[in-house]
């Protein structure tokens, strides 16, 4: 899909925004101020799993995504598509998940579509979300602003959305309390945008996980990544579960966390403004920004070795975010 | 559908903005300056048609969408779902047929997103558009502002998207020159809005065709609108094969057509800014508003009678627009 995207969509509708490729586009107003615009379709299977829905999914992702851009969330819309037949009582029950998280957010769905296809033309409900949102003055969160010295620091244990979902899709025997992360963060990026232009750049780990986010933080930057394993937090119930099917938490993703680069010297209070917030409390510093290698992503493990932490290749849990 | 969307979907998403039901939402921005924003998903068979195609239809769907709201397009967002096995021609195709008609529009997709699903789990290619704009100050569209004496105007013949795409699809042995309609309005929009506080209203008669955006005129406004059978455009080749099929042009869907209610003494000079511009060329003034009765849309019949013009029941022809 990486790329689909790379090769095929970006060389045709090439322009300066797009090829930037950030979670949010930025628009800058003739009036002044700057708007992120985002949008995300959703095709999850299944479309319920412990801890969330299609619904929370897809109001959390967009509103992740424009609050990566350090944009307060304004308004989104929600374009459905449904399959004939799809029952009644699952719509009912997403929409409300999807106004109860919106509202959670502080932000309305304004403008809306529905279409339906026939039976066997899509499969149960698809939706789209777009949003908009208003980057306050002074913020910026790019790779551009990333410096060595920098602390990379993650609000919270990685992999528990898609190990969720997939124990469910896969009707794993597996006894486990592991819930889906999957929230909408502003609020907690709210607290830690009072650093200002400290926050350098942000990041939420879905497709791909914490690996993927990483790896985008180094080429944008083109700057080395060092992450200490195990400052990196993982439950003790995701952590069991990867082992036993050989998966690593690195690449799992999340659908309620945040990676965060702020200046080495406000480590500490990054830190703590986040452990302020119910959705930050088991947050972590996890590594720092290096001159290089450009690019990298190196991980010191437990027993003192050290590893490239690489993109993953090709999808390893489809249809999971 | 709509009722799917009155009873369903407004109720439990309920809130201000949602409820005015426009083509796009307004939005007004803290620092001044009113923002639409609007969606839609196009699940389109087939997805080439003569004319045009769903990249197109897409674009155009959602540039006329800010338009209708007053808006200048800004910035479009493209979400693709994709079933496994599309062939990449075909989606290059499509592409760059986005490409072109967001050239055309003056607009950029400036954020995007693609997921793949299995085969079977989708029909081909779906996609979202999603647009966001600026309504220049003083301009208003909206029922509210329409006044008895205005006049109805509609930029060219309706229903030849519709046919063209019914001809496409059901492999009808029709020799037809018919041609989708289907373009991105704005720049005839613009034109038209040099008239300023005297448009009233505007919409662009996709689903449910000329009849439907009547209605909705009709019951936004709470007045009463006469149209005159014989001044309304028709192509005579839309107008054959809808004899030939028994369908009526007033609820065909149009792509590239827009109805405007201006105040009744601009009515000749909307109609020539109309027609200074390659898409209005066959502009016509289709009829007037009246006090009453309320909400409901009356036609005089070439024969010097008249009927009521009611909204669509059920979706004549499904995945068409």
Redesign the interface.
Known sequence: ?GK??RD??LP??D?E??RRLGD??I?N?????H?A???????ISPLFFPGGDIGRLAVSGTVNDLAMAGARP??L?????LEEGFP?EE??RV??S??AT?REAGV??????????RK????GL?L?T?G?G?VPPGIETSGKRVVAGDALLVSGPVGDHGIAVMIQREGLRIESPIKSDVAPLWALVERLLGLGEAVHFLRDPTRGGLASALNELAMSSAKGVELQETWIPVTPEVSSVCELLGLDPLYIACEGRCLAVVAGHRAQEALELLRGHPLGKQARIIGRVLEGPPGNVILRTAIGGSRLVQLPVGEQL??IC
């Not at 819309?77 to 598509?81: A, P, R």
């Not at 403008?111 to 296809?117: F, H, I, S």
């Not at 066997?120 to 499969?123: C, H, M, R, T, V």
């Open positions: 899909m689909l995207i095929t969509v045709i509708l322009n925004i797009l949010s586009a628009i107003l003739e009036g002044g101020g708007l615009f985002t949008t995300d379709s959703y095709v304004l308004a819309s929600l374009g459905m598509i009644m719509l009912l929409l409300e999807v106004r919106a309305e769905v304004v403008t809306g579509d529905t279409k339906v296809v066997g033309e899509a499969d698809f789209n777009s908009i208003m489809p249809r």
